[in-house]
């Protein structure tokens, strides 16, 4: 596995993968460091799974990817419907 995170010190770094699973509400991938110690990092910001496929077409110009705007577009809505939900004061 890889660290592909543009931002993360460890950028390019190649680990084993020792374990997958959810903590902390994320996905997230256990590797052992060089001192032996088990460590962890968000599976996102590694090569572990494939590319998305609007991410590889996008060939680094797209800023966002497409299932996190669609996540944010349904947070949108629904923080519309609560406030359209809330009854109005008159002054």
């Known amino acids: 596995m890889e660290v592909t995170h543009p931002f993360h ?8 993968l020792a374990t997958r699973k959810r903590n902390w509400g994320e996905d997230r991938v256990m590797y ?14 590694t090569d572990i799974d494939p590319p998305d496929v609007c991410t590889q077409a996008a060939a680094g110009r797209a800023a966002f990817r ?23 004061r008159v002054k």
């Open 9 to 16: 010190p460890w950028r390019g770094q190649r680990f084993v």
């Open 32 to 45: 052992f460091d060089a001192q032996g110690r088990l460590r962890s990092l968000p599976a996102a910001w």
């Open 66 to 88: 497409s299932d996190d705007l669609l996540r944010l577009a349904a947070l949108i809505d629904e923080i519309r419907t609560q406030h359209l939900r809330r009854p109005r």
